[in-house]
């Protein structure tokens, strides 16, 4: 599966954006997704995920309560809905698919290119 991801910006704290992520292919529903970030000079980290169907995601815990992980099954697309961004959220976000949302939280199986978020303060 490829996957595009799209949506990122500049944003003043406080602030929303909405990050999306196109996936090729007519499996889109047979993966679970989610979304990684990596801020300057630190490693990749998990944000998001949500399983096959949408019936369940889990989250770091930096985002809960903020950031709302979706996906649309017909549309073969992944959301990011962030909220209340902070500067700390700044950072290189990818979107990512693995056959279970265990395995994606640990090794995902594709990646997409990087959307640039950038919160100011």
């Known amino acids: 599966v490829q996957l595009q991801a799209s949506g990122g910006g500049l944003v003043q704290a406080g602030g929303s954006l909405r990050l999306s992520c196109a996936a090729s292919?007519?499996?889109?529903?047979?993966?679970?997704m989610g979304w990684f970030r990596q801020a300057p000079g630190k490693e990749r980290e998990f944000v998001a995920a949500v399983t096959r169907t949408g019936g369940y995601t889990n989250y770091a815990d930096s985002v809960k309560g903020r950031f709302t992980i979706s996906r649309d099954n017909a549309k073969n697309t992944v959301y990011l809905q962030m909220n209340s961004l902070k500067p700390e959220d700044t950072a290189v976000y990818y979107c990512?698919?693995?056959?279970?949302?265990?395995?994606?939280?640990?090794?995902?199986?594709?990646w997409g290119q990087g959307t640039q978020v950038t919160v100011s303060s």
């Open positions: 292919g007519r499996t889109f529903s047979s993966y679970a």
């Open positions: 990512a698919a693995a056959g279970t949302i265990v395995v994606l939280t640990r090794r995902p199986d594709y």
